[in-house]
């Protein structure tokens, strides 16, 4: 490629000809000329990334379901899901043992393997016996004591964590390590595929899975209390883009539903949550709305906050309203650096212009 000297030359020559069509021509040319191995580049880097998306998921369809390994398949992807599928035989009769001393409910052994997957596949670890399997599932209980004055006895119990805060906490300590907040968003992306296929990243199909994974209103009632701006009290100078039908930014011949309201802001501009709750998951996606987050605040509310640069809060979490969650960028289907924000109820979306103060 050129450099910046050479480009410059070119320029103050073909200024005074800029009226020639002929020199348009040349332009275009020297242009194309420039810019092909770019491109050829750019292409190149998404088909290598395409090709390991497919790569793992099907490592991870194979690993969870089963299924002859395709000849395909890369030598090390074959061996990490061999290893994988003994691994979670292991961590099946860990399961088993625990769930004898259920005192009520079941371990969510998808969970518990997503997690797994997540911190070991393709790791290099040494080699790991029972008892490694059985402390790894044990994080995922709590025990207590249970007494019985009739017989004057106790035993031990074990109860099922609903907390992943409390779980992933339990895990470092178990492992000695860090898990980081891309450890246990991949984990949530692998549990969540395993239990509904691929999730969308925006539109239709994204606000049904929210519906189906947002609590139940009658089990958790709304938090209450009014909205904040997540970009503070400005907000209405940032919208950049309103709730409703328009012009796909990216396509603008094909019009399409927005679903939320953008509001732009500088990269790194902190989000805050609108209210309180719990964040109800962590994705970090190259399409749709990016680096993606979204928060359950009860009673079937929930609000979502789409194409940050960076999340700061992980699945399970709780927060407080006006707490820094993330920080605006520009990722996945984008043109600029802005926020999506949507607010959702009963898993449709309803303008945020009515909840905003």
Known sequence: MADPATLALIARAVIPATTDKRTWKVIGAIIAALLTPVILMVVVILSLLSATASHNNAAIDLTFHGGAISSQMPADYADYIRNMRDSFSELDTAIGNISTELESGSLDSTRVKAIFYALFFGADSPSRDSDDYRAFADCFVRYEIRSNEATGTSSKV????????????????????????????????????????????????LQNWVNTITANPAEVPFIGGDFISPLGSSWRSMVTSEFGYRSDPIHPTAENFHSGIDLGAPKGTDIHAANGGTVLFVRYKTTGYGYHLAIDHGGGIVTLYGHC?????????????????????????????HLHFEVIVDGTPQNPRSYLP
């Not at 339990?170 to 968003?185: F, Q």
């Not at 809060?313 to 600029?336: C, L, P, Y």
């Open 158 to 205: 074990a109860i099922p964590l609903t907390s992943l805060p409390e779980i992933y906490s339990n895990l470092e300590s178990t492992l000695g390590r860090t898990i980081t907040s891309e450890d246990k968003a991949n984990a949530s992306e692998i549990y969540n595929r395993i239990l509904y296929g691929d999730i969308p990243t925006e539109g239709d199909g």
């Open 309 to 337: 640069s960076k999340i700061l809060v992980t699945e399970g979490q709780a927060v407080r309203q006006g707490e820094v969650i993330a920080q605006v960028g520009s990722t996945g289907k984008s043109t600029g650096n």
